[in-house]
């Protein structure tokens, strides 16, 4: 099946409108478009979508058009900090884009410069900071039961231009300790392109590392794209593929029918 479930309109930060996804979908032979909208965060609305009433009725208007020729999903993309009602959505990808520190919230991903802002806040120390993330990401995750856990290492998302957490041995342990910690949970994770459609990685998140931790524990894998435009719905696919098939999976689970299936890669 060709799938994303993680997929940005205008009404959040996407440059592309939910039909002109669905219509880019059509074209390119896909069997489901799931819609994740960036979930309301009172504390940041830079980023986030204000009118989720509007997007979920914008979807079931899609879904009525083209429903019959593609299944269309209506998801959401939840930050960690700012947990929804999931009764809303067909499904939950759930997302960490913020350090919290003393109340302040540090956005993760915005940009380097923003990154060294937090980075300054733990007087450098790379440990304490992942620490800090992953415990929260993990609390959130074994709480909420988010269906998909979305770019669990977005932290290294400046890592390849400034190496700050990857080349250290301490973190790429703790990293991988949490997502075992995360995988208790149930959640699928996400193998996500997006940063290498945007420029940042070269790789997927999360790091190989982890992808061969979760892979030895029976971890489920879903392959996304964090596209935030209609032309990268599936960017990087075949590659990620390749790579998921080079640690040793075997499968990648789609949302097809309404319920979460394994089909083989
Ligand atoms: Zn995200
Ligand atoms: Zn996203």
Do not use: W
Request: hydrophobic letters at 35%; aromatic letters at 14%; one cysteine or more.
């Amino acid at each position: 099946m060709l799938t994303n479930y993680h997929t940005h309109t205008t009404f959040c930060d996407g440059k592309s409108t939910v039909e002109e996804v669905v219509l880019t979908a059509l074209e390119k032979g896909f069997d489901a478009i799931g819609f994740s909208g960036h979930g309301y965060t009172a504390f940041d609305y830079s980023y986030c979508m204000r009118d989720t009433d509007g997007y979920l009725a914008e979807i079931r208007r899609v879904k009525e058009k083209y429903g019959k020729e593609i299944e269309i999903y209506a998801g959401v993309e939840e930050d960690s900090s700012y947990p929804l009602d999931h009764s809303q959505f067909d499904y939950v990808l759930g997302s960490s884009h913020y350090f919290r520190v003393g109340g302040v919230y540090y956005p993760v991903d915005s940009s380097y410069e923003c990154m060294q802002v937090a980075v300054s806040v733990y007087r450098g120390d790379a440990i304490r900071m992942a620490e800090d993330y992953y415990g929260a990401f993990c609390t959130y995750i074994n709480t909420y039961r988010p269906d998909i856990i979305g770019h669990f290492d977005l932290l290294t998302k400046f890592d390849e231009q400034h190496p700050f957490f990857l080349p250290n041995e301490e973190y790429r342990a703790l990293a991988v300790k949490c997502a075992l910690e995360a995988a208790k949970s149930g959640a699928i994770f996400e193998v996500n392109t997006g940063a290498i459609s945007r420029g940042y990685r070269t790789t997927p998140y999360p790091h190989a590392e982890i992808l061969h931790a979760l892979k030895k524990e029976g971890a489920k894998v879903i392959l996304c794209a964090d596209s935030h435009h209609k032309d990268t719905i599936d960017f990087g696919f075949e590659d990620a593929k390749a790579l998921l098939r080079e640690i040793g999976f075997t499968s990648v689970m789609h949302l097809h029918r309404g319920e979460f299936k394994s089909e083989a890669i």
